[in-house]
């Protein structure tokens, strides 16, 4: 396995720091294409789209919350009403099937039973329009659906997913992207712009990982800790729940993730000095209100860890840390934001001196119920 490692020394952190490569990869299609075509999600899929009125995303885990990231992007851009629902929920569920409902799965393996039985619970409705996006060439789920977008991490290995998500978002990106365009939503300056952005996308990754160095003095104050807290606001929410998964599932330490402006309704009685309270907070609409709902924290005692970009203006003081990910990668922020939430779960996980790469209790693919 050292061999394969290089000079990592899990597959979690070879795969994290795999990012640039495995978003370059992903992108590579739509970059040399310099635009957004629906021909990247199959021959049929530009037939397929002038269906489509509205999208169900469905998956697990991880895959789940690329799902809900998708759902900003999907009903801000491309203006679709959008819903994303659990696997493992929507197929026992007695829903109103809709003909003209794009059903997305989203899986890394293509393998995960709940989403496959998902994905034929909804085709047994009548929904004939099917997208997977899948990270594993020819395996059950894309081999079940009407169309298909493969992204290209690479293999992954470790349990806890990391590469894979991030080229799933932007692939969900890409396919919003997409549909604005079909749709007249996208004129031909936003769209280059969109293609810079993405184009840009690796290198601001690269930047992000070499913040390793303070996450991991950071995680210091998570791994002697039982309990902590993510928040995030808008599409940051989502990335706020990755990162308490991350921490959950190979640090064990238990994580919660709310949307800040939640707080006051109930996490806020956690909120004393042996929690922790990890914050997404970029420079968007809602970084006002962030900064609010973390007085918020403060006022009761809470440890602030904040990840900030470029612009969100913010300077540490007494309980409020403060990394600033470098750049501003505007509507793709979600991305970026990821970074430092799965390096803070390794760090907190090599200090705990768990199985990082096989968490006790946790297959990498579960296809049992
Ligand atoms: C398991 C893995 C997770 C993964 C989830 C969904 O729980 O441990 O990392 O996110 O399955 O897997 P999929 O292959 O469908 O994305």
């Known amino acids: 396995a050292s061999l394969e490692l290089g000079p990592y020394s899990h597959f979690m952190q070879k795969e994290i720091h795999e990012q640039p490569r495995a978003l370059t990869d992903t992108l590579e299609a739509i970059i040399d294409d310099n635009s957004f075509s629906p021909a990247l999600f199959g021959a049929d899929a530009e037939s397929v789209f002038k269906e489509v009125d509205s999208i169900l995303i469905l998956a697990a885990g991880t895959s789940y919350y690329a799902g809900l990231t998708a759902k900003y992007w999907l009903e801000s851009i491309a203006g679709l009403p959008t819903s994303v629902e659990i696997a493992s929920e929507y197929r026992y569920r007695k829903s109103v ?34 997208l997977a996006i899948c990270n594993v060439q020819e395996s059950a789920i894309p081999r079940a659906s009407r169309l298909v977008l493969y992204t290209r991490a ?24 997409t549909f604005a365009k079909q749709r007249g939503l996208l004129d031909a300056e936003q769209e280059q712009a969109y293609i810079d952005n993405l184009r840009h996308l690796p290198g601001s990754v690269q930047y992000a990982l070499n913040l390793e160095p303070q996450i991991r003095e950071w995680a210091k104050a998570f791994s002697n800790k039982f309990h902590a ?10 990335i706020a729940l990755e990162g308490a998964l991350k921490l959950k599932e190979i640090s064990y330490i238990h994580a919660e993730a709310y949307p800040a402006g939640e707080l006051k ?20 609409a809602l970084l006002e209100k ?53 390096l803070l779960a390794y760090h907190a996980a090599l200090l705990k001196g768990t199985d990082v790469d096989k968490p006790r209790n946790l297959a990498k693919s579960v296809t049992v119920e």
């Open 290 to 342: 962030v900064k609010s709902n973390m007085q918020e924290v403060r006022a009761r005692g809470g440890e602030l860890f904040v990840f900030a970009d470029a612009d969100s203006n913010f300077t540490e003081s007494e309980g409020v840390h403060v990394i600033r990910t470098p750049r501003h990668v505007g509507v793709l922020s979600p991305i970026l934001h990821t970074i430092p939430v799965q």
């Open 154 to 177: 690479g293999a992954e290995i470790g349990v806890a997913s990391t590469k894979a998500f991030t080229t799933q978002l932007v692939a969900l990106f890409t396919l919003a992207a």
């Open 97 to 130: 099937a809709n003909p003209k409902q794009l059903i997305i799965t989203i899986s890394q393996s293509g393998e995960t039973l709940d989403t496959m039985e998902a994905l034929k619970h909804a085709k047994s409705l009548g929904q004939h329009l099917t």
């Open 265 to 284: 309704h109930g996490p806020l009685a956690l909120v004393d000095k042996n929690m922790p309270v990890v914050v997404i907070a970029p420079n968007d």
């Open 229 to 238: 807290l993510f928040l995030g606001r808008g599409m940051h929410y989502p």
